[in-house]
C-alpha cells in the first residue's frame, strides 16, 4: 500500500479542506467510453432532427426502416404505399440528416492537439523531476487544485480545494520533496475528452497508483488539476501496481 500523506497543513491555511458538496463528485470517464456515449447521443440527436426537420412521411419511414427494422416491404404496407416510395423517401431522410449532424463522431469531442500533448509532457518530467521552477513554468499563476478523499495522498474524509501557484506548490510539497524523496511515474490517459495523467508512487520497490490527475489547459499551461483516488484507474486500464 502506498503510505498516506496528509495534504492539509495549518488550520489558517488556503489548502484547509472546505465543507464536503451536497452530491459526491462526479467520476472521469475514459475516452473510449465517452464515444459510447456520443453514439448513443447521436441516435438520440437524430430522432430530435427527424422530428423537427422531416416531414410526416420521411420522419415515417426513418423510424421504421432504420429503428424498427422492417423492410420497405413491411414499410409499404404499412404506409400504404409502395416499397420504391419507402425507398425514395428513406434516401431522402437520410441526406436530411447528413446536413444537420456531424458527418464523424469524433467532431462531438475535442481532440488531442501537437500543443496540448506538449503541455502535458512538460508537466509530467516536471512533477516527476520535482522540479519547482519547471512546475510553476507549466501550471498558471491561478492554478486551481482539488483532491477527492482517497486521492493523491488527502486522507481527509473531505474534498479539498485549493488555488494559486503558490499555495499548489505547497499543497504539493508533502510528496515532492517530503523527508524521505519519493518517485513518481506518470502515464498519460484521456477522461472526458480531455488530458489527464496516470499517477503512480514507488514504494516498497514498485510502483502503486496513487491518483488520477485531469488536467485542463488554456493560454499554453495548466490551469486545472482535479486529483481522483486510484481506484477508477481500471476503468482507464491501467493496473494499479507497476512494477521499475
Known amino acids: 500500500m502506498v503510505p498516506a500523506l496528509d495534504l492539509a497543513v495549518a488550520s489558517d491555511s488556503h489548502l484547509a479542506p472546505r465543507p464536503a458538496a451536497a452530491v459526491p463528485w462526479l467520476q472521469p470517464a475514459p475516452d473510449d467510453l465517452l464515444d459510447v456515449a456520443i453514439a448513443r447521443e447521436t441516435v438520440e440527436l437524430a430522432f430530435l432532427a427527424a422530428v423537427q426537420y422531416l416531414p410526416p412521411r420521411q420522419r415515417a419511414v426513418l423510424i421504421l426502416r432504420d429503428v424498427v427494422g422492417w423492410s420497405a416491404k413491411e ?4 404506409l400504404e404505399t409502395t416499397p420504391a ?17 456531424p458527418a464523424r463522431r469524433t467532431e462531438w469531442r475535442a481532440e488531442s492537439s501537437g500543443a496540448e500533448r506538449a503541455v502535458v509532457s512538460r508537466y509530467i518530467a516536471a512533477i516527476t523531476a520535482a522540479d519547482d521552477t519547471a512546475i510553476a513554468a507549466v501550471l498558471s499563476d491561478d492554478v486551481r487544485c482539488s483532491h477527492q478523499p482517497g486521492a493523491g495522498g488527502h486522507r ?3 474534498p479539498t480545494w485549493y488555488r494559486g501557484l503558490a499555495t499548489v506548490l505547497e499543497g504539493w510539497a508533502p510528496v515532492l520533496h517530503g523527508a524521505v524523496p519519493m518517485e513518481l511515474r506518470m502515464v498519460p490517459v484521456r477522461a472526458n475528452g480531455g488530458p489527464a495523467v496516470a499517477t503512480y508512487l514507488r514504494h516498497d520497490g514498485r510502483f502503486h497508483a496513487f491518483g488520477l490527475n485531469v488536467l485542463s489547459i488554456g493560454g499554453g499551461r495548466v490551469t486545472e488539476v482535479t486529483t481522483f483516488a486510484a481506484g477508477v484507474f481500471g476503468k482507464f486500464g491501467q493496473p494499479l501496481v507497476l512494477e521499475p
Do not use: M
Open 75 to 78: 414499410t409499404a404496407i404499412a
Open 85 to 101: 416510395s419507402v425507398s425514395s423517401s428513406l434516401q431522402r431522410a437520410r441526406a436530411e440528416l447528413k446536413e444537420q449532424l
Open 156 to 158: 481527509g474524509p473531505e
